[in-house]
């Protein structure tokens, strides 16, 4: 079993510690924080754990896809007296987090569809299969069963993006070709568990969309011109040498990205002000779609930097998908999104811009 302590080395302003630790069932938690962590282990779980699923290539779409019959068991709501994200405390209930209290945490998802021993799959004839190789992480952004990207603070979101940068090296050093954070925020998005928190998967192969991007910075397409034009008009705010805007080619109603001004190919790229930026604007953007909708917005949320290799140019970006065309109307991924890929957006980015600027 493994448990120590390092500093780690980011561009992230001040010193960010991480507690490598390795549970009893086998499973990696990374406890991240301005101090090290050192408080004892309380209870654990002990559970058996599927080593991910399979992939199968659609012939059509171009796309491989994970099958993962074992997450039909995930968590699923829990009341709050069971959390499985909180700290454990003293005589209460066991959960994923060991300890009793913690700054940010990282742990290994007990329901991966991703996992670096994935079987090989049985040979369907006519069908390409692979094994689900990768892994899937929840990262869990507080011990507080509350709180959002904005709530959380400014420190707080740059101790996130350190945990951020530290796990995209190590998921690229183990051989991951693409690395996505993420979070599903909201029951309109799926989320099944309250508690605020992330997802980070490393993918063996770069998925559809990802690819379609590589390849078009390595045409010469030039976000960095792109978001030049678009500020003013369709800004939102700029924080050391970032910038938040919603994107003139919107898929979704009040969508936003934020990114560097300058090429960056992903946040590990960044200088310290930049970061600072970042973490600044994640908690502005989120700030502006509560305030906007007056109730907590559901939202996918994600990183999209370069992969492991061949993503030289490649301009990174964090892009926000809120699932609300108005306060309580949703933004439904129906027939022509799903089937075409083809989206209708109900909400000029023209008139999303005005109205978040507003708040």
């Known amino acids: 079993m493994s448990d120590t302590v390092t500093p780690l080395d980011t561009p992230v302003a001040g010193d960010v510690f991480r507690r490598s630790f390795t549970k009893a069932d086998g499973r990696m938690l990374y406890l ?30 171009r796309e491989w896809n994970i099958y993962a019959a074992h997450r039909q068991n995930r ?27 913690f700054e940010l945490a990282i742990f ?28 899937c992480e929840v990262i869990v952004y507080t011990p507080e069963a509350e709180g959002s990207l904005h709530t959380i603070g400014q420190d707080r ?19 991951c070709e693409y690395v996505l954070p993420f979070e599903n925020r ?13 997802q980070i998967y490393g993918f063996g192969k770069v998925p559809l969309v990802q690819q379609a991007a590589i390849d078009a910075f390595a045409s010469g397409y030039d976000l960095a011109a792109e978001i030049a034009k678009a500020q003013p008009d369709y800004g939102l705010g700029e924080a050391g040498g970032l910038a938040a805007f919603c994107p003139r080619f919107a898929r979704f109603p009040y969508e936003v990205w934020i990114a560097p001004t300058e090429c ?25 779609y509560d305030a906007l909708f007056g ?37 439904y991924l129906a027939s022509v999104e799903q089937h075409t890929g083809v989206f209708t957006v109900d909400v000029m980015p023209e008139t999303a811009v005005e109205a978040l600027r507003a708040v």
């Open 32 to 61: 991240y924080g301005r101090e090290a962590h050192s408080l004892p282990v309380q209870t654990q779980q002990d559970d058996d754990i599927a080593t991910g699923g399979e992939l199968r290539f659609h012939p059509l779409r």
């Open 75 to 101: 968590t699923f709501k829990p009341s709050a007296s069971a959390d499985p994200l909180a700290p454990t405390m003293a005589g209460g209930p066991t959960t994923e987090i060991p300890f009793e209290d």
């Open 108 to 135: 290994e998802n007990k329901f991966s569809g991703l996992h670096p021993l994935a079987p090989h799959p049985p040979i369907l004839d006519g069908i390409d299969s692979a094994p689900a190789t990768g892994k």
């Open 157 to 175: 979101r740059r101790i996130l993006i350190a945990a951020w940068i530290d796990r995209y090296r190590a998921m690229f050093a183990e051989g």
């Open 186 to 198: 909201g029951e309109e998005v799926g989320a099944t568990l309250h508690h605020p928190h992330g």
């Open 264 to 288: 960056r190919a992903g946040p590990w790229d960044c200088n310290e002000e930049e970061l600072d930026g970042l973490a600044t604007l994640l908690g502005d953007v989120t700030r502006r």
């Open 295 to 331: 109730r907590p917005t559901p939202y996918m949320f994600a990183l999209h930097s370069a992969p492991r290799q061949g993503g030289d140019k490649y301009h990174f970006t964090a892009q926000f998908y809120p699932l609300l065309r108005g306060p309580n109307r949703v933004k």
